[in-house]
Nanobody, 126 residues
């Protein structure tokens, strides 16, 4: 069974930074890992994803501000977020993709994935 554990969220002022981390276990093969975020009333949206080969995808709203990285051997993925904006406030989730069904965005929209972790909340406020 897929196990996903996120950490690193918290409260930060606009212009500040955070680094999120995620570890995935219970998977024999991971093509890609990525980060999603969710606000109340909306579907989880893909924020950033990275493939085994290092191909990266970022949502337009975070390009130039967020950087995704991955340790393939450890099945971990990180998201460096700087500078943060108030609209980045959300619960952030990581996930994995073993099928490579959405190569243009590295990972698929969130409704393609069944299993999710608890997420880590990020609040950006002055």
């Amino acid at each position: 069974q897929v196990q996903l554990v996120e950490s690193g969220g918290g409260l930060v002022q606009p212009g500040g930074s955070l680094r999120l981390s995620c570890t995935a276990s219970g998977i024999v093969y991971i093509y890609a890992m990525g980060w999603y975020r969710q606000v109340p009333g909306k579907q989880r949206e893909l924020v950033a994803a990275i493939s085994l080969g290092g191909n990266r995808h970022y949502a337009d709203s975070v390009k130039g501000r967020f950087t995704i990285s991955r340790d393939n051997a450890k099945n971990t993925v990180s998201l460096q977020m700087s500078p943060l904006k108030s609209e980045d406030t959300a619960v952030y989730y990581c996930n994995i993709d073993s099928k490579a069904m959405c190569p243009s965005t590295v990972m698929c929209p969130s409704d393609e994935y069944e299993h999710w972790g608890q997420g880590t909340p990020v609040t950006v406020s002055s």
